[in-house]
T-cell receptor
Framework: RKEVEQDPGPFNVPEGATVAFNCTYS??????FFWYRQDCRKEPKLLMS???SGNEDGRFTAQLNRASQYISLLIRDSKLSDSATYLC??????????????FGKGTLLTVNP | GAVVSQHPSRVICKSGTSVKIECRSL??????MFWYRQFPKQSLMLMAT?????????EQGVEKDKFLINHASLTLSTLTVTSAHPEDSSFYIC?????????????FGSGTRLTVV
């Protein structure tokens, strides 16, 4: 089983749609979780952290289920500018300053007019 | 916010030559710099972790003699791809954190697209 696994996608949705991405991780000792966004041929950029209590940032909602080792990202009222690859990122361990991020393969989202 | 400047953004080199990629933290001290590689339609894969003033720690399967990493100062880390071959063509990205002990505070460089011909 891969360390971090995401929906393969791609997702093609119309503007205004609600879309959800899922991610599972294999190591129950994983410490922190994030969603990053990567535009084509660009570097990843942090979208939001994911907390057990769930967190929301505008149209974006992230959820973490530690028991199921599952992370989700919900995007409401999709915009054309939301088109990108969404990466699930897990920190598996580390100590001191050596935090190691493990990335999922990413899910490509295309929002159509 | 924290900025990591990565150069060059794009490089084409001949097989057998070496290429150096630089990452500079512009407004913070990057005690630790991470180097990733991303092949088309694949996830970012960590290649190595470098700490200022010490030898880099390489991930399994990454040749340390081929991918030389130098982190001589708190604001500069370099990755040199030695004797590059076409299979080394990839997108290389560095990242650093400006907040020790705080998860998620990672800033990525803009990446270097290496093409070996």
């Amino acid at each position: 089983r891969k360390e971090v696994e995401q929906d393969p996608g791609p997702f093609n949705v119309p503007e205004g749609a609600t879309v959800a991405f899922n991610c599972t991780y294999s190591n129950s000792a994983s410490q922190s979780f994030f969603w990053y966004r990567q535009d084509c041929r660009k570097e990843p950029k942090l979208l939001m952290s994911v907390y057990s209590s769930g967190n929301e940032d505008g149209r974006f909602t992230a959820q973490l289920n530690r028991a199921s080792q599952y992370i989700s990202l919900l995007i409401r009222d999709s915009k054309l500018s939301d088109s990108a690859t969404y990466l699930c990122v897990v920190i598996l361990g580390g100590g001191g300053s050596n935090y190691k991020l493990t990335f999922g393969k990413g899910t490509l989202l295309t929002v159509n007019p | 916010g924290a900025v990591v400047s990565q150069h060059p953004s794009r490089v084409i080199c001949k097989s057998g030559t070496s290429v150096k990629i630089e990452c500079r933290s512009l407004d913070f001290q990057a005690t630790t710099m991470f180097w990733y590689r991303q092949f088309p339609k694949q996830s970012l894969m960590l290649m190595a972790t470098s700490n200022e003033g010490s030898k880099a720690t390489y991930e399994q399967g990454v040749e340390k003699d081929k991918f030389l990493i130098n982190h001589a100062s708190l604001t500069l880390s370099t990755l040199t791809v030695t004797s590059a071959h076409p299979e080394d063509s990839s997108f290389y990205i560095c990242s650093a954190s400006d907040r020790l002990g705080v998860f998620g505070g990672y800033t990525f460089g803009s990446g270097t697209r290496l093409t070996v011909v």
